[in-house]
Nanobody, 117 residues
Framework: QVQLVESGGGLVQPGGSLRLSCAAS????????MFWYRQVLGKERELVAG????????NYAASVKGRFTISRDDAKNTVYLQMNSLKPEDTAVYYC??????????WGQGTQVTVSS
């Protein structure tokens, strides 16, 4: 059974940091590209960061570049999103996504991040 379980969300003040984790099971994690998306109620889900399999290249949305860092630990089947210098506009539900071809796409259930004073 495929599972992606996000954790690490919460309430943080502007300028603060959070690290999100996404623990995967039920598939060969190392063979999958991993992504973080976020969604605000009433808006489309947007790509935040991505990382190819086997520690490959990364990409970031312009709005988070220089503040967020995606990483993965294939030994732990986990992908991370380190979020620094958080802003109120980073408030959203954050989702992880695993992809290995068009028929192998998996999503987590999401974790809420709220940036507010």
């Amino acid at each position: 059974q495929v599972q992606l379980v996000e954790s690490g969300g919460g309430l943080v003040q502007p300028g603060g940091s959070l690290r999100l984790s996404c623990a995967a099971s039920g598939f060969t994690f190392s063979a999958y590209a991993m992504f973080w998306y976020r969604q605000v109620l009433g808006k489309e889900r947007e790509l935040v960061a991505g990382m190819r399999s086997a520690g490959g290249s990364t990409n970031y949305a312009a709005s988070v570049k220089g503040r967020f860092t995606i990483s993965r630990d294939d030994a732990k089947n986990t992908v991370y999103l380190q979020m620094n210098s958080l802003k109120p506009e980073d408030t959203a539900v954050y989702y992880c996504k695993a992809i290995s071809g068009p028929e192998h796409v998996y999503w987590g259930q999401g974790t809420q991040v709220t940036v507010s004073s």
